[in-house]
């Protein structure tokens, strides 16, 4: 059992930033930009890009976080009990582009459930992906707009994503079963 | 026919008697108790039970059981009360008159004596009712029903509420000598309570049936068998107050008797947790302090007798909403192991254990019974004080199975149960 | 922590730690209920039955509101007829629906205890909505997320149940409740009506009102029955008010910040004045806003326990 790196802290910034800049390019700025974080990581790396825009365009665009729980489509297979935390969206989200952001994309069932939640909210423009990590092994066809890294890893391989605010250390490393 | 039961310790308080030896019976009567067995078992024809290590005793006497028929055959008959009291360890059964029809006419104890007769193993002693159709109005039948073999009257169940009527019913009976079984209650003070009030029935929202509601009763036929002189029988007594009325009243000479069930003695309301209809009966589970108060009763001797209130009810009766199950629980086959814990707690000897269960039940009702006197009608019980037994409702010999000590480990397993001579049951 | 009850058929089986799980699963159904869209996908596909043996429409609305709001299917089973008088046992009512494809069913009842009995010998997961004098679950933790989100705690609290506290469901589970989580619990009322032990479960009595609630921070009126007067419970509606009615005059000993509640519905005039009915320290609809989001959390805890079992 070895843990791998896959990004240390130098290039999990590195990567955010780009990140931020591809989003402004491809929406001409940041005008009805908002973004939606998917609970626990995906709202850390969503306050950093909401940072990191409001210091290159002067404006800081509305944040908001998800709990995809009550979206799940697995709960019949859960093993672990699933708690449901506070979503908090108090914004109108009618015509913004949403920028959905989570920290791994894998089978792509978390995606679809955020996506299904926020169009209980309202009718957004565009809803685009965000991710950090896509380690591959979709079971829908749902794809990131913005990745941050690409891995070829195996089903029983794990993702672990650690971020500053929540474990101390900005680090995604691999870990095989 | 010739029966001999032999190496037994042999317990017979009616004659004192209380140590190892051999009980010969012939034609259905206790012959002797022989010192020497080897000529008796050289006849031909005689039966030997070996009983060594035993308890030999005479049959025991239950003088409070439902026996349901006529009227309500799916609980219970004759015939299976009859082979649940055997298997019990009982020879002689006491009914209460609360069947279908009521026994309150001389033609349904006859019914019932008929049937006992041809389809009951143990001997059945019917009570008669107090009033027609217990309906605390007008006198039954009292003395027809006397001379077809009733042995006492009672409306159980359904408590005679006006005094003027019990005072009647206690001064009649007095030309046939036969004594008034009461189940004590102030139905009115009982309302629509359904277990014993209490911080249990606080805690689950069910209607409540005071202490008080059985000790004012108590108090009042107290008072009436004073004015009357009858000899009045008190039944089921459930709690510390009845205890010390029945106390009192004794010390200054009334003519009272009491008798309690092992289910009082052995458990409090906290049963009836979960809601559970196997623990609803009336009267009621009561708290601690009543069951305590039962076991000083008993010990002290102002409880008489113990008695099962054998009641049985059909699974699907009893399962439903507590509020409408009916009350009571089947007795006659757990009776013996639950009384038997009351020697092993040092509350009783066992001789007066069996003297609760035998001598003194006979002799409240004049059953000619309950001995092992030469003579005396040959109604036996060997068990097995010590033998572990675990309570498995399935094994019921009673057609009902409502009991709220299935699985319970106890001890006391009758092996034999003999009645006029004849094995009716065994082990 | 996690959820592990197939059932909730009272408060009183539930711990501090269960308790404020359900208030805080409450909070984000809460959220749900705020929303324009107020639906979640949560119970997709579950079937749940809302038996009800009395005629409760609130209730059972607020029932079918949470249900609804989590993507159920909603079936409603309602009779005023005990099953006695239909001839059907209620074990066997159940039954039939549990057939029909309900895994989660909604009872209310006349008698205590009904709902253990679906419990012991069903299959389903059972909700109390209400059991005779026993429990009301749902309305015993909807006071508790109604006063926690008032008042930012419940722990050293002082709450004042008032009326009939013999024949009342809301009363236990609202012992049970607040005294769990760390409130002190007074019950007043006329004598006849407060059970001899209810002191054995942790409520202090009283029957004097103003004694009562002399520096409550909550007050709990509970409806009164209009047949109690007929029998021997108290001599009539009018003097029943007389002492037991909340006024203005009766309220000043009352903490400051006293929050006045009623589980509905109410006899205006009788157990409250309308100035308080409808003054600033009622909540009495929060209450059943509340009641719908503390609805949905029981659901999703159950049913996410069903599913983790």
């Given at each position: 059992m070895a843990d791998k790196v896959v990004l240390d802290s130098d290039s999990v910034n590195r990567t955010i930033s780009r990140i931020v800049n591809q989003i402004l390019e491809r929406n001409n700025g940041a005008a009805d930009v908002v973004i939606i974080g998917i609970r626990t990581r995906g709202v850390h790396i969503a306050t950093r890009i909401a940072n990191e825009i409001e210091k290159l365009e002067g404006i800081r665009p509305e944040m908001g976080t998800l709990d995809i729980t009550l979206y799940r489509d697995d709960l019949r297979q859960k093993t672990e009990w699933p708690k449901v935390e506070r979503t908090e969206v108090p914004f109108d989200l009618d015509d913004k582009k949403v920028i959905l952001v989570d920290d791994v994309i894998f089978t792509g069932r978390t995606t679809r459930a955020a996506i299904e939640a926020i169009m209980d909210f309202g009718r957004p423009s565009s809803i685009q992906v965000v991710t950090l990590i896509d380690r591959g092994h979709r079971e829908l066809p749902i794809q990131p707009d913005y990745t941050g890294l690409k891995l070829n890893t195996l089903s029983s391989e794990t993702v672990r994503v650690h971020l500053k605010e929540a474990d101390g250390k900005d680090e995604v490393v691999v870990v095989k079963q | 026919m010739k029966l001999l039961i032999k190496g037994g310790r042999v317990i017979d308080p009616a004659s004192g008697k209380d140590k190892k030896g051999n009980v010969y019976i012939e034609d259905g009567k206790v012959k002797s108790h022989p010192a020497d067995t080897k000529k008796i078992e050289g006849e031909k024809g005689a039966q030997v039970i070996d009983a060594r290590g035993k308890i030999v005793a005479p049959g025991l006497i239950d003088i409070h059981v439902h026996l349901r028929e006529p009227g309500f055959e799916h609980k219970e008959t004759i015939r299976t009360g009859c082979e649940s009291a055997a298997a019990g360890g009982f020879t002689s059964i006491v009914c209460m008159p609360n069947t279908n029809p009521i026994n309150d006419n001389a033609s349904v104890t006859e019914y019932i004596m008929l049937k006992a007769r041809t389809e009951g193993i143990v001997n059945v002693f019917p009570i008669g009712a107090i009033t027609k159709g217990e309906k605390g109005e007008t006198l039954a039948q009292i003395g027809e029903m006397y001379e077809a073999g009733c042995v006492g009257i009672s409306d159980d169940g359904m408590p005679v509420m006006n005094s003027k009527v019990m005072r009647h019913a206690m001064e009649y009976v007095k030309a046939f000598g036969i004594p008034v079984l009461t189940h004590a209650e102030d139905k009115n003070l009982s309302g629509h309570g359904v277990m014993n009030e209490g911080d249990t029935s606080t805690l689950l929202g069910l209607g409540g049936i005071p202490s008080a509601s059985e000790d004012v009763m108590v108090s009042r036929d107290i008072t009436l068998a004073e004015l009357t002189g009858t000899h009045l029988h008190i039944c089921h007594v459930s709690t510390a107050g009845s205890v010390r009325l029945i106390r009192a009243a004794k010390k200054r000479g009334v003519n009272v008797t009491a008798e309690a069930a092992p289910h009082h003695f052995t458990l409090t309301d906290r049963a009836v947790a979960e809601y559970d209809t196997n623990a609803k009966m009336n009267p009621p589970l009561r708290r601690e302090e009543d069951r305590l108060a039962l076991i000083e009763g008993l010990k002290d001797g102002t409880i008489d007798v113990i008695a099962t209130d054998h009641a049985p009810h059909s699974e699907d009766e009893k399962k439903v909403e507590f509020d409408l199950a009916p009350f009571g629980i089947v007795g006659l086959e757990t009776s013996l192991p639950l009384s038997l814990k009351l020697v092993e707690d040092g509350i009783l000897t066992l001789p007066g254990m069996i003297e609760k269960m035998t001598s003194i039940p006979s002799r409240i009702l004049n059953l000619g019974r309950g001995t092992l006197e030469?003579?005396?009608?040959?109604?036996v019980v060997i068990f097995d004080a010590d033998a572990p037994v675990k309570i498995d409702r399935t094994k019921f010999r009673s057609k009902s199975k409502n009991t709220p000590f299935n699985g319970w480990d106890l001890k006391g397993r009758v092996l034999y149960t003999i009645v006029g001579g004849k094995v009716v049951y065994s082990a | 922590m996690a959820f592990e009850r197939k059932?909730?058929?009272?408060?009183?089986?539930?711990n501090a730690e269960e308790i404020t799980l359900v208030l805080d699963t409450a909070e984000s159904m809460r959220e749900v209920s705020d929303r324009d869209v107020k639906k979640v996908p949560a119970l997709r596909g579950v079937t749940v039955c809302n038996?009800?043996?009395?005629?409760s429409t609130r209730t059972r609305s607020s029932f079918e509101i949470a249900e609804k709001r989590l993507s159920a299917d909603v079936l409603n089973f309602t009779t005023i007829h005990s099953s006695v008088v239909k001839g059907e046992t209620l074990l066997d009512t159940a039954r039939n629906l549990e057939a029909m494809g309900a895994s989660m069913i909604v009872i209310r009842h006349p008698m205590s205890g009904a709902p253990w009995l679906l419990a012991k010998e069903l299959n389903s997961s059972i909700i109390n909505a209400g059991d005779g004098w026993h429990e009301h679950p749902s309305q015993g933790l909807l006071d508790l997320f109604t006063i926690r989100r008032l008042k930012g705690r419940i722990e050293g609290l002082k709450v004042a149940i008032v009326g009939?506290?013999?024949?009342s469901r809301v009363a236990r589970s609202d012992i049970w409740g607040f005294t769990k989580l760390g409130a002190e619990v007074r019950v007043v009322g006329p004598p006849t009506l407060i059970p001899k032990y209810i002191e054995h479960i942790n409520a202090k009595a009283y029957y004097n009102l103003e004694d009562a609630i002399d520096g409550a921070d909550v007050v709990i009126m509970l409806r009164i029955q209009k047949e109690r007067q007929d029998s021997e419970f108290f001599p009539s509606l009018r003097e029943y008010s007389r002492f037991y009615g909340l006024t203005r005059e009766k309220l000043?000993?009352?903490?400051?910040?006293v929050t006045v509640m009623h589980p509905g519905p109410i006899n205006r005039g009788v157990e409250l004045s309308s100035d308080i009915a409808d003054?600033?320290?009622?909540v009495i609809l929060e209450q059943v806003s509340n009641g719908i989001a503390v609805r949905m959390a029981m659901f999703y805890l159950v049913a996410s326990a069903r599913r983790t079992s």
């Open positions: - | 030469a003579g005396a009608p040959a109604d | 059932h909730i058929l009272g408060l009183e089986e539930l038996l009800f043996f009395e005629p009939d506290i013999l024949h000043r000993g009352a903490a400051k910040d003054g600033a320290e009622a």
